[in-house]
């Protein structure tokens, strides 16, 4: 039985957001704090399981988009038998079935609230000095220091961040102010100071740059040549292009070869990481069960090891037919954009692709709801669903 709209929103929601708050503190330095850790993250994942499959029970409803939710079930439960990731990929795998039922911008307020509450509680346990120590190098090479601010390294509070503005700039579109995007700039200004986080700091400058420009001086997708043309053939293809780039300077990576090396070298040596992946576990349909060492675990006979690119990662973590099927999905959704002439939105593909050639958040939904928005293709009610209330 189909739930009433207000009624499905809180019942989905609730559990929705105790999935999202749960992995967020997990994810920063309280779990240091926490004894048997792994055995109440565990549980979580079991409580939130029932959670949703009650959710399904009284919610879902079989209809023609079936056949895509039976696809993404057997594409999930291949990955999870492959890569071992159970708790995290089956919650996942129900939550992208459930949440095409409400509207995506509601799921983006609830997760953007959900996300400052978590920040604020993990940054207050940094300041007020909660935390034990951590044996990692907090230096860059020129002496500059980074903090942590909360989590296990300093980039983590950063990437958040920047996810948090991408979902900010979809619910705001054309609405966003000036002094929105000051305050933007200055809060992240004030991480780049704290986290020497490079990568997120560009971007994001660059990005409320241009949404300052469309403010003036209109990019129209319709259009037939100019810049607007030109953001439209961004956005159609941003996945496939970030994802052959990646994917071939990480497999080719050849330290011999200069340009190649200086590339790695700007990136912290993520090229040499993604090729070791390549080369130690190879590309498999639906992947491989990767071991990967964090800098709190490195050892003498163990060392560093995690593949940071977001697309090498899925190439290899979860394989080739995941990968497809990412492609088809944010093509598509790149393609519904462009129809609907939405061109924050658009630029906020763009720069998620942009980030996701160093970095492995795309598909992880701690960090990223933008990816929810898959959820919504197969179907002219959550195709609604999708853009209303978006400008």
Known sequence: MLMAKK?????????????????????????????????????????????????????????????????????????????????????????????????????????????????????????????????????????????????????????????????????????????????????????????????????INLLCFLLFFNKWWKIDYHSKWGIGFLFKFGTLFSYIICFLVAVYLQCTFNPEIDWMLNIDKALSGRLWLGNHGFNEYGIHLFGADIEYVGFADVTEGKGYFYIDSAFQQLLINYGVIPSLLLAIGFTKLAYLVIQKNNVVFGLVLIFLMLHSLTDPQLINPTYNPIFFALAYLWSKKSKARLFQELR
């Open 7 to 203: 009624q499905y929103s809180a019942f989905f929601l609730i559990p929705f957001g105790l999935w999202v708050l749960y992995r967020q503190i997990f994810s920063s330095r309280y779990v240091s704090l926490v004894p048997d850790a792994d055995a109440y993250f565990a549980l979580f994942n079991y409580s939130l399981f029932f959670l949703f499959i009650v959710c399904i029970l009284f919610i879902y409803k079989i209809n023609k988009e079936t056949w895509v939710d039976l696809l993404v079930i057997a594409t999930f439960a291949i990955s999870t038998l492959v890569t071992k990731q159970n708790g995290f990929l089956i919650n996942f795998c129900l939550v992208f079935i459930l949440c095409k039922y409400i509207e995506f911008k509601r799921l983006l307020v609830a997760f953007l609230w959900l996300s400052l509450i978590s920040l604020i509680v993990i940054y207050l346990g940094d300041l007020f000095d909660l935390y034990p120590d951590l044996n990692i190098d907090l230096f860059r090479e020129d002496g500059k220091e980074r903090h942590l601010m909360g989590f296990g390294f300093p980039t983590l509070l950063p990437n958040y961040f920047y996810h948090f503005v991408l979902c900010y700039f979809i619910i705001r579109g054309t609405k966003i102010g000036i002094i929105e995007l000051l305050c933007i700039v200055g809060l992240n200004y004030y991480l780049f100071y704290m986290t020497d986080t490079r990568a997120v700091y560009y971007l």
